[in-house]
C-alpha cells in the first residue's frame, strides 16, 4: 500500500462523517544514468532532457509525426519573406510559481539562452554559427512575441524545438537566483521540480494548474495532463537489472529496452510493451571515392543483392520494418515516393557486377559490437553479398576507432547507425557534402547540395516535399548508402500502468499515464 504524503491530491470523500484522503499515486520511471544538471539545454546529455522537458515547455514543440507545432503558442504568423516570426502566447498558462506567462517571460528567456555565460547548448544554432541568426526578438503587447531573422529559414521552428537544446523552454525569472547562479527551473510543464538525490533518483510533483492543451497526445504537444501525483526517476544503469525491477513490480516504466528483451516480454502478462520507430537511421555506407565502389554499377548491385525485408526481420527480432530513404518513416515528409525502395533481384546484381568489371576482389565491410542491431545487420549483409559473388569481410573495431575512420573517410562499408535528426533536410544534411572539405560526407554531388540548400529556406511544404522526393529518387540511383531501417524505440511498462506510449523522440513521458494497484 502507498503512503499518503503531504504532497498527494486531496480527495476528500464524506461518508458517514469520516473524512478520508486519497493515497498519492508515484509513477516510477527507470533512468540509465543519473541526470547532469536541471538547468534546462545548459549541461545536459538525452538521459538529461527526459526529465526536463517533463518541467519546462517552449514555445513550439515537435509532434508525433515530427513537425513542430504550437506549445505555449497559441498561433504562429510568418512574414511573406520568411524572416519574421510573430508568436501569440495562449492564455492561461501559468508558471510553477503560479505566475502567469507573458512576453516579457519569452524575451527574459531567450536574453539569458543568448548569454555565453549561460552556456546553453543551442546558442550556436541561433547566433549566425548555424543554419539561423536571430537578429533582435521584441514584444508589442504581453502576450506577442516576435522573432526577426537575418534570412529565410525552413528550419527556424525545429531547432526552437529541438529536445537537446530543451525546447528553447520559457522558465520564469525566479529560476536564477539574486546572485544570478541557477536554482531550479520553474516552467509550465505538466510536473515541477521537487528533489534530487544524486545518483539515486530524481523526484517531480504534479502541477496542479497546468493549462492542458485539448486533444490526444501529440508527440511533445497535444494533452499532457499530468495524472499522477508524483514522478520518480530511478537511476538504474544496468537493464538486466532494470527488466527484474519491472517484473517485481518494483518500477512502473522502462523507455527503452533491447529488441531482444522486447520480444521476449511481449510473452509476459505481467508487463505491456509499447514499440514506435524513431528518426535514427540504419543502414551500408559507401565511400564512393574508393577505387572499386567509385564505380556507381557496383553499388547499385551491393542495393539489389540485399533483401531489406528479411535482414530487418533477422535483426529486429520482427518488429522492426524496411526503409530505403533518409527520410524516416515517421515523417510529415515520408511519402509515396519514399515508399519506392531498391528491389532485392539477385539476377539483376549479378548483371550489374559483371558490368561494372568486378573480379571479386576483397571490400572490407567496419562494424562494432557496441550497437548490436548495427553489427547484425553486416553479418546478414555479408551473406546477402556473398551469394551474388561480392567478397566481403568484416572487420569489427571499437566504436571509438570505427568512429574515427567514419570522420576521416577511411573504409570502404560500414555498417553504421545515425542518430536521429526531426527534419529531412537535417538527415540529409548528416551525409551529403562535398568530401574534401568534409571528408565524412557520403554524398558529393554539387546538385543534390543545392537541392539540400534550398530546403532549408523555403517553408512551403508543398514546395519542401518536391525537394524532398526528387533528392530520394536519386539517393537511389547514385547508392552513397544502402539506407535500411529506422531505429526502434521499445519501451515496457507494469500492466497496471495505463496511457504510456514510447515516442518518436526516444524520451519518457510521465503525462497521461495512471498507475493503478
Same mark, same amino acid.
Given at each position: 500500500?502507498?503512503?499518503?504524503?503531504?504532497?498527494?491530491?486531496?480527495?476528500?470523500?464524506?461518508?458517514?462523517?469520516?473524512? =478520508?484522503?486519497?493515497?498519492?499515486?508515484?509513477?516510477?520511471?527507470?533512468?540509465?544514468?543519473?541526470?547532469?544538471?536541471?538547468?534546462?539545454?545548459?549541461?545536459?546529455?538525452?538521459?538529461?532532457?527526459?526529465?526536463?522537458?517533463?518541467? %519546462?515547455?517552449?514555445?513550439?514543440?515537435?509532434?508525433?509525426?515530427?513537425?513542430?507545432?504550437?506549445?505555449?503558442?497559441?498561433?504562429?504568423?510568418?512574414?511573406?519573406?520568411?524572416?519574421?516570426?510573430?508568436?501569440?502566447?495562449? =492564455?492561461?498558462?501559468?508558471?510553477?510559481?503560479?505566475?502567469?506567462?507573458?512576453?516579457?517571460?519569452?524575451?527574459?528567456?531567450?536574453?539569458?539562452?543568448?548569454?555565453?555565460?549561460?552556456?546553453?547548448?543551442?546558442?550556436?544554432?541561433?547566433?549566425?554559427?548555424?543554419?539561423?541568426? %536571430?537578429?533582435?526578438?521584441?514584444?508589442?503587447?504581453?502576450?506577442?512575441? %516576435?522573432?526577426?531573422?537575418?534570412?529565410?529559414?525552413?528550419?527556424?521552428?525545429?531547432?526552437?524545438?529541438?529536445?537537446?537544446?530543451?525546447?528553447?523552454?520559457?522558465?520564469?525569472?525566479?529560476?536564477?537566483?539574486?546572485?544570478?547562479?541557477?536554482?531550479?527551473?520553474?516552467?509550465?510543464?505538466?510536473?515541477?521540480?521537487?528533489?534530487?538525490?544524486?545518483?539515486?533518483?530524481?523526484?517531480?510533483?504534479?502541477?496542479?494548474?497546468?493549462?492542458?492543451?485539448?486533444?490526444?497526445?501529440?508527440?511533445?504537444?497535444?494533452?499532457?495532463?499530468?495524472?499522477?501525483?508524483?514522478?520518480?526517476?530511478?537511476?538504474?544503469?544496468?537493464?538486466?537489472?532494470?527488466?527484474?525491477?519491472?517484473?517485481?513490480?518494483?518500477?512502473?516504466?522502462?523507455?527503452?529496452?533491447?529488441?531482444?528483451?522486447?520480444?521476449?516480454?511481449?510473452?509476459?502478462?505481467?508487463?505491456?510493451?509499447?514499440?514506435?520507430?524513431?528518426?535514427?537511421?540504419?543502414?551500408?555506407?559507401?565511400?564512393?571515392?574508393?577505387?572499386?565502389?567509385?564505380?556507381?554499377?557496383?553499388?547499385?548491385?551491393?542495393?539489389?543483392?540485399?533483401?531489406?525485408?528479411?535482414?530487418?526481420?533477422?535483426?529486429?527480432?520482427?518488429?522492426?520494418?524496411?526503409?530505403?530513404?533518409?527520410?524516416?518513416?515517421?515523417?510529415?515528409?515520408?511519402?509515396? %515516393? =519514399?515508399?519506392?525502395?531498391?528491389?532485392?533481384?539477385?539476377?539483376?546484381?549479378?548483371?550489374?557486377?559483371?558490368?561494372?568489371? /568486378?573480379?571479386?576482389?576483397?571490400?572490407?565491410?567496419?562494424?562494432?559490437?557496441?550497437?548490436?542491431?548495427?553489427?547484425?545487420?553486416?553479418?546478414?549483409?555479408?551473406?546477402?553479398?556473398?551469394?551474388?559473388?561480392?567478397?566481403?569481410?568484416?572487420?569489427?573495431?571499437?566504436?571509438?576507432?570505427?568512429?574515427?575512420?567514419?570522420?576521416?573517410?577511411?573504409?570502404?562499408?560500414?555498417?553504421?547507425? /545515425?542518430?536521429?535528426?526531426?527534419?529531412?533536410?537535417?538527415?540529409?544534411?548528416?551525409?551529403?557534402?562535398?568530401?574534401?572539405? =568534409?571528408?565524412?560526407?557520403?554524398?558529393?554531388?554539387?546538385?543534390?547540395?543545392?537541392?539540400?540548400?534550398?530546403?532549408?529556406?523555403?517553408?512551403?511544404?508543398?514546395?519542401?516535399?518536391?525537394?524532398?522526393?526528387?533528392?530520394?529518387?536519386?539517393?537511389?540511383?547514385?547508392?552513397?548508402?544502402?539506407?535500411?531501417?529506422?531505429?526502434?524505440?521499445?519501451?515496457?511498462?507494469?500492466?497496471?500502468?495505463?496511457? /504510456?506510449?514510447?515516442?518518436?523522440?526516444?524520451?519518457?513521458?510521465?503525462?497521461?499515464?495512471?498507475?493503478?494497484?
Amino acid at each position: 500500500m502507498r503512503r499518503t504524503t503531504s504532497t498527494a491530491l486531496a480527495a476528500v470523500l464524506m461518508c458517514g462523517g469520516l473524512v =478520508q484522503l486519497a493515497e498519492a499515486s508515484t509513477l516510477k520511471i527507470q533512468l540509465r544514468a543519473d541526470i547532469r544538471s536541471i538547468n534546462p539545454g545548459v549541461n545536459r546529455d538525452a538521459n538529461t532532457d527526459g526529465v526536463i522537458v517533463q518541467m %519546462v515547455e517552449g514555445l513550439v514543440g515537435y509532434g508525433e509525426d515530427a513537425l513542430p507545432k504550437p506549445l505555449l503558442a497559441e498561433k504562429i504568423d510568418i512574414s511573406p519573406d520568411g524572416k519574421s516570426y510573430t508568436f501569440t502566447l495562449r =492564455q492561461g498558462v501559468k508558471f510553477h510559481n503560479g505566475a502567469p506567462l507573458t512576453a516579457a517571460d519569452v524575451l527574459w528567456s531567450w536574453s539569458r539562452y543568448m548569454d555565453p555565460k549561460t552556456d546553453w547548448r543551442c546558442l550556436s544554432e541561433f547566433d549566425g554559427r548555424g543554419q539561423v541568426k %536571430v537578429e533582435n526578438v521584441t514584444s508589442p503587447d504581453a502576450r506577442t512575441v %516576435v522573432f526577426a531573422l537575418d534570412k529565410p529559414s525552413a528550419l527556424f521552428l525545429s531547432a526552437l524545438a529541438r529536445t537537446d537544446c530543451a525546447m528553447t523552454g520559457i522558465i520564469h525569472k525566479d529560476s536564477v537566483k539574486a546572485d544570478g547562479s541557477f536554482d531550479k527551473p520553474i516552467g509550465t510543464g505538466p510536473f515541477k521540480f521537487a528533489e534530487w538525490k544524486r545518483g539515486e533518483y530524481i523526484r517531480l510533483e504534479r502541477f496542479a494548474d497546468y493549462a492542458a492543451l485539448p486533444g490526444k497526445i501529440d508527440g511533445l504537444t497535444g494533452a499532457k495532463k499530468p495524472l499522477v501525483d508524483e514522478v520518480r526517476f530511478l537511476i538504474i544503469p544496468d537493464n538486466a537489472t532494470a527488466k527484474a525491477a519491472l517484473l517485481r513490480g518494483d518500477i512502473d516504466i522502462v523507455p527503452d529496452i533491447a529488441n531482444t528483451d522486447i520480444a521476449e516480454l511481449k510473452k509476459n502478462d505481467k508487463v505491456k510493451t509499447s514499440v514506435v520507430t524513431s528518426m535514427g537511421l540504419v543502414g551500408l555506407i559507401i565511400q564512393t571515392r574508393d577505387p572499386l565502389l567509385q564505380n556507381v554499377k557496383l553499388r547499385q548491385a551491393i542495393a539489389a543483392a540485399i533483401d531489406s525485408k528479411e535482414l530487418v526481420n533477422a535483426v529486429s527480432d520482427g518488429i522492426g520494418t524496411p526503409n530505403n530513404s533518409i527520410v524516416p518513416a515517421l515523417s510529415a515528409y515520408y511519402g509515396p %515516393v =519514399q515508399k519506392q525502395g531498391w528491389k532485392h533481384d539477385p539476377a539483376v546484381a549479378k548483371k550489374l557486377i559483371a558490368e561494372a568489371g /568486378y573480379k571479386g576482389e576483397k571490400i572490407v565491410m567496419l562494424a562494432n559490437k557496441r550497437y548490436p542491431e548495427s553489427f547484425d545487420a553486416a553479418v546478414v549483409a555479408q551473406q546477402m553479398l556473398q551469394a551474388v559473388g561480392i567478397n566481403v569481410e568484416i572487420e569489427v573495431l571499437e566504436w571509438a576507432t570505427q568512429l574515427d575512420r567514419y570522420s576521416k573517410g577511411n573504409y570502404q562499408i560500414q555498417a553504421f547507425p /545515425y542518430s536521429g535528426r526531426m527534419d529531412p533536410a537535417l538527415s540529409y544534411e548528416s551525409m551529403t557534402g562535398p568530401k574534401d572539405k =568534409q571528408p565524412r560526407k557520403l554524398w558529393d554531388n554539387p546538385e543534390v547540395q543545392a537541392e539540400l540548400d534550398k530546403s532549408m529556406i523555403v517553408t512551403d511544404r508543398a514546395e519542401r516535399q518536391k525537394i524532398f522526393d526528387g533528392m530520394h529518387q536519386r539517393f537511389l540511383a547514385e547508392v552513397p548508402m544502402v539506407m535500411l531501417y529506422n531505429g526502434i524505440v521499445g519501451g515496457a511498462m507494469s500492466a497496471k500502468t495505463k496511457g /504510456y506510449v514510447s515516442t518518436v523522440s526516444s524520451l519518457p513521458r510521465a503525462w497521461e499515464v495512471t498507475v493503478g494497484e
